[in-house]
């Protein structure tokens, strides 16, 4: 069962619950009332089988944390490996004077590379020869609109609530 199941089961045990209770007590105050459904449903279990299987999927996402970085890094050594290997190739097919050569695998050539530029001055470019990226600083927006400052292009979404965990 999923914890959004889990949840909304509860969710609707401890709604029935409340709804009958005031039915039957209609005069009930809602710390009395509060209390009862405490008592009586199951929504703080609930709450907790949700938190405890939370804290598996967490376990989980740091273990493959670091099981991903272990890869990362092998997977930085295979391709350092394999571009040593190339230019071993390269290095030897220079040396013997072989332009190309061809085996069941594959066909290899050498051939001289396209110049790299180098940019020494970026200041001196000329600006149809940059890029300039523009994205909106959101923090300074909400800053301004906080202030009373009307922004076009912009407006404020309905915030969504946040929930906070203290680990027992």
Avoid at 2 to 15: E, F, M, N, S
Avoid at 38 to 65: I, K, N, Q, W
Avoid at 89 to 105: F, R, W, Y
Avoid at 109 to 114: H, I, W, Y
């Amino acid at each position: 069962m999923t914890a959004a199941h889990t949840l909304h089961r509860a969710v609707a045990g401890h709604r029935a619950l409340a709804d009958a209770l005031r039915r039957q007590f209609p005069d009930v105050d809602d710390q009395a009332l509060a209390d009862t459904l405490e008592g009586e449903t199951t929504f703080d279990g609930a709450v907790g089988r949700v938190l405890r299987h939370m804290a598996e999927d967490e376990a989980l996402v740091a273990g493959l944390g670091v099981i991903m970085g272990e890869f990362a890094a092998r997977k930085k050594r295979l391709e350092a490996r394999i571009e040593r290997t190339r230019e071993a190739i390269a290095d030897a097919m220079s040396e013997v004077g072989m332009a190309k050569v061809v085996t069941p695998l594959a066909t290899v050539t050498v051939r001289a590379g396209k110049p790299e530029v180098i940019v020494t001055d970026e200041a001196a470019l000329p600006t149809h020869l940059t890029k300039t990226t523009v994205s909106p600083d959101k923090r300074a927006i909400r800053e301004a609109i906080e202030r009373g400052e009307t922004i076009d292009g912009v407006t404020l979404g309905n915030g969504t609530s946040v929930l906070t965990i203290r680990r027992a």
